[in-house]
C-alpha cells in the first residue's frame, strides 16, 4: 500500500472484511510485544505482575478450592499464568500463535522446573487432548473471535474437560467494546528506536469505529515507513456481548452452573485493566452429555 490507499480507504470500514487482529504471530512483531508483555509500566498486553499474582492466588483459591488440577490455557501469551499456576502445583498447558511469548514461556518452564507445557498454535485450529479440570481464556481474547469461532472454541474447551470440569472466560463488557470503538482516530510517531509496530522509524495512524447493528468495533492501523512511505495496514474487529449472549454462548455448548464476577479477583476493582472486563465460569456437567 502506499499513501494514496489511505487517502481511499473505506470509511467506516466493513467488520472483518481487512483483517483479523493485530500480527501477533509475526515473529518480529511478536518479539516487540514481548517486550511490552513484560513491561511494568502499563497492562497493554499483559497485566503487570503484581496484578497477575492476585488474580492467580484467587484462580488458585476460589476457583480452584486450591485442589491440584491440570489447566489449559488458551492464548496464554508469555504464560505469566500458567507459570504461576504451577508454582501451586497444578499442571499447565499453554497455546499461543506468538512465537516469541511460546519461547519465553518455554524457557521460563525449563529454568523454573515448572509443570508447563506450550504449543506455539492458532487456539481456533490446534487440537489438544483433554482431561483438563480448568481450561481458560483471558484478557478479552474471546472477543476478538468472529461469534462463530467463539462458539467453536467454548464447545472444543467443554470436550477438553473432565466432568465436573470449569471453563474460566474473562470477556471484554460490552460497554468496553462500544467505548473501543467510539474512541475516533488518533496516531504517533517513533524514532530510530523503532516501536511495536516497526523496527524502523514510522508513523502509526490509527481509527476505531462502532458498528451498532452487528455490535462489533473495528480498529484499523496504518503503518507508515518514514524512510520509504510505504504504507502497512492491519484491522482488528472486537465482538460485543451482553450477559445473556455470553449465558447462551456457554449453554448451548452444554455448560452448567454458570456463575459471572465483576474481575479475576472476584470483586468489583477500579484499576481500568481488570473493570474492561468481567468473569465467566461454568461447569461442565457431570453427566456427559451437554
Ligand atoms: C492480550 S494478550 C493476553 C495474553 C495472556 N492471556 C495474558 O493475559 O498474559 C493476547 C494473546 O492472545 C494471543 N492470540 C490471539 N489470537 C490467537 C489465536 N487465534 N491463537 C492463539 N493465540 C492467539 C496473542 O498471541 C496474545 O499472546
Same mark, same amino acid.
Do not use: I, K, S
Given at each position: 500500500m502506499n499513501l494514496l490507499d489511505i487517502t481511499t480507504r473505506v470509511v467506516p470500514p466493513v467488520a472483518w472484511a481487512e483483517g483479523e487482529n493485530i500480527p501477533w504471530s509475526d515473529p518480529d512483531f511478536s518479539r516487540r510485544m514481548l517486550a511490552e508483555h513484560l513491561n511494568q509500566e502499563h497492562n497493554l498486553a499483559s497485566r503487570r505482575g503484581e496484578i497477575v499474582d492476585r488474580q492467580v492466588q484467587w484462580i488458585h483459591?476460589? !476457583? &480452584? /478450592? @486450591?485442589r491440584p488440577t491440570r489447566i489449559l490455557d488458551l492464548a496464554c501469551g508469555p504464560g505469566l499464568y500458567t507459570s504461576r499456576l504451577a508454582g501451586l502445583g497444578h499442571e499447565c498447558v499453554g497455546i499461543d500463535y506468538a512465537p516469541a511469548a511460546i519461547q519465553y514461556a518455554l524457557e521460563t518452564a525449563s529454568r523454573e522446573g515448572l509443570a508447563c507445557s506450550y504449543r506455539l498454535g492458532d487456539v481456533r485450529e490446534t487440537g489438544y487432548s483433554g482431561g483438563y479440570g480448568l481450561v481458560m481464556l483471558l484478557? @478479552?481474547? &474471546?472477543? !476478538?473471535?468472529r461469534r462463530s469461532e467463539a462458539r467453536a472454541i467454548v464447545e472444543r474447551a467443554f470436550s477438553a474437560l473432565v466432568p465436573g470440569g470449569l471453563l474460566l472466560l474473562e470477556p471484554q463488557r460490552f460497554a468496553t467494546v462500544e467505548e473501543g470503538g467510539r474512541a475516533g482516530s488518533s496516531w504517533y510517531s517513533r524514532g530510530e528506536s523503532g516501536g511495536l509496530f516497526s523496527d524502523r522509524p514510522h508513523l502509526c495512524l490509527s481509527e476505531h469505529f462502532w458498528d451498532g447493528e452487528s455490535r462489533s468495533a473495528t480498529q484499523r492501523f496504518f503503518i507508515v515507513d518514514? /524512510?520509504? @512511505?510505504q504504507v502497512t495496514r492491519c484491522a482488528m474487529t472486537t465482538e460485543a456481548y451482553s450477559d445473556d449472549q455470553f449465558r447462551e454462548l456457554l449453554t448451548r455448548a452444554g455448560f452448567r452452573d454458570l456463575r459471572f464476577f465483576p474481575s479475576l479477583v472476584g470483586t468489583e476493582v477500579d484499576e481500568a485493566s481488570q473493570a474492561a472486563n468481567l468473569v465467566v465460569l461454568g461447569r461442565r456437567g457431570t453427566q456427559c452429555t451437554p
Open positions: 483459591n476460589e !476457583v &480452584l /478450592g @486450591g484478557y @478479552g481474547q &474471546l472477543n !476478538v473471535f518514514a /524512510g520509504n @512511505g
